[in-house]
């Protein structure tokens, strides 16, 4: 048995492995069960860290997860196509983003029933450590206090679309992830490709069918479904097949522009991110601010409930406020009123809602207020940069900046007034809960405590009683106060609860802030245009479905094909693809310095032989699991890892318009093809015998770290290095799972 890789691991997964990814950084994989239990392992010595429990607002199943390129976070995108980000240090949900609208078009006919998701995420290898462009670095040093202090009393979670839950923010406490610009791009069976900068910011969507029929080249779309994807800052390339003419072609759509605007882009993301971050500080803290204040009121109103009650029951039509007015002004209670403050004041939890109030207004001054002067220093940044036309035209909107200036004005201006209202609220509640204390202790006939009592102002009293009792106070003077014309700022002044008119105050706060960065999502996809449209196979089609041998299935459909895409730092393509109806391997390059030549090559497997799956390892070499058939018992003999050379034919043909003469240039290439020999391959390892099931086989390789899972019928996985060798007899001394 060749043993060209070295077997690190080999273990039983508990639970049945429908998606797995190595970590390009760390000795980690993430492995996605069934029950949508994300599993992070140190592969070393399989040691599970933490799972990743399911988002709670989230019930769909996921279809794929994607680490980013440092390895803090990973990507899960689910069935309805949302996307959530989560924390390697702590398992918790940071942000989530919620599905696209509809396609505008109808893709019933063309697609397959069961969605497919995939996710990219890619660094561009672009350092701005050197840039002289001070503001691409994420600089908190300014934010005083510093910005990870406003999170004391909020488990805060970034969403776009509510989806809060619990969870330490841990995606905003690390410098270093953005120290470069990444990108995390999310394609779905429908067509819908997404590009999200640093995973977060949404700065484009296409629609490749769409695309596909704008473009004059293309006459209709049927049975179209893409078989993969793959892209750089400049050009995304989307392998589709045509199930009704059998021909495979790559699209390849200029996305330059994202190249060209990469540090505005970055730029306006990193406002993006800490507005959102200090939105959501501010959205925790409210909530906290007016659940304690909404618990007080609660028992507050129920006092005066009883007094109520009790004035009733001994025939008094007067209310609890003229019957308290006039023990102030008299000092002699009438007998329901004494009865009321002898047996059900208790000083005590009055004084905590005393204390309640100082709580607020502290939680305002600490948290409420710095977040709000931050997220306007990133709103007048954003202003300064949507007057630098040069660079960012297009991508800001002045006017609409400039008009949501007095909006956020407004909304500062009743922040402070609500600190005033807890501050003379404070006042107010501490002289008449020591007056009624006094009453209390002199009526009973007992001694005042000193920190229960103190002394108290007769006008301050009167005032609250004037505005009334069961009225909540907060909400009395929110509504009496109007300093300004609100026409800038629309909010409900009918609410009954305080709580309504400063969240619908919010709200729209927030809706602002999400429509500050949509010229972004129309600019950039405006932009981009179809480069070429490349056929390179078609398969024979019988009975409108391709040929068959004795080792494929006769339908066509996902297993049919496999592929792998691979987009360098040079712009250059390239394409292989595995068609078991034809059980070949077509290989293409294109060369971005000469885009109009195409390099090919073919190579037959032996009848006997099929892929499971292939993926590129580098722009020399892919990586293949080939499984031997015994023709006798038509069973999976063995299975093997095999690293082929890439290599092509000593010519380069030339690209033309979409149509036959291509493909039959193709088709005279493929008359010369030479059987796959070892000549090609540059390493090879047979899979461990023991596990030759007769169920699929996958794997996912690390091309950074030089590591590939393989998985056996989602229940087993191996691990491999595939930088390394070993002797035959180390294989022996490996640790086997029980």
Partial sequence: MSNDYVLLKDKVIGNEAIHYKICPTMDLVAIASKDNHISIIRFMNWQRLFTILPNTSNASSITSLEWSPFGKMIAVVYENSSISLFSIENSKLLYSISPPSPSPISLSNRLPIDSKYKLIWLNSQLSNKGSSTNSLMYNENNYFPSINSYNKNSGDVTSNNNNSSGSNNVLYSSRELYEEFDILTCNDSNGNIRFMSHGILEIASLNIYQLLLDNKRIKELNRIKIIETSFCLKYLCVLIENEDTGVIMYVLVDIQVILNRRQ???????????????????????????????????????????????????????????????????????????????????????????????????????????????????????????????????????????????????????????????????????????????????????????KLYQPFNEILIMNLLQQGLKLDPIEFNMKQYQPISTDYFKYNNNENQQQGNIFEMFKEFQIKFQELFKPISKMIPSQFKINSIVPIYDYPISGGQPNSTSTTTTQSNSSDIKSSILVTEDYGIYVIVYVKSENKVILVHRNDKSSSQLKYNCYQLETNQFIEDMTFYDQDSFLCLISQIDTERKKKKSTSIVQFQVSFKELEIPLFSINSTLLDLLKEVDQNINQSDSDTIIKQREINSQYRAQNSVAFSVSNKRGISSVVFAQKRMQLYDLEDQEESNENENMDESQ
């Fill in 264 to 450: 505005e882009i970055h730029e306006i993301t990193l406002e993006y991110i800490k507005i959102n971050r200090l939105l959501e500080v501010m959205k925790s803290n409210l909530d906290d601010i007016f659940e304690k204040w909404g618990e007080s009121m609660s028992s507050l109103q129920s006092k005066w409930v009883e007094f109520e009650k009790l004035l009733g029951d001994y025939g008094y039509s007067s209310s609890i406020e003229q019957e308290l007015l006039d023990l102030l002004m008299s000092g002699c209670p009438t007998p329901p009123t004494n009865q009321f403050i002898c047996n059900n004041v208790q000083i005590k939890k009055l004084k905590t809602i005393e204390q309640q109030c100082l709580t607020i207004r502290d939680q305002l001054i600490s948290f409420l207020i710095p977040s709000f002067e931050n997220i306007f220093h990133s709103l007048t940044n954003l202003h300064n940069m949507s007057l630098w036309k040069e660079r960012y035209h297009g991508l800001l909107d002045t006017d609409f900046i400039s008009s949501l200036l007095p909006i956020v004005g407004v909304f500062g201006i009743r922040l402070q007034f609500l600190i005033k209202l807890f501050g003379n609220l404070h006042q107010q509640y501490q002289s008449f809960f020591s007056w009624l204390y006094r009453i209390q202790c002199y009526s009973n006939q007992i001694q005042m405590e000193k």
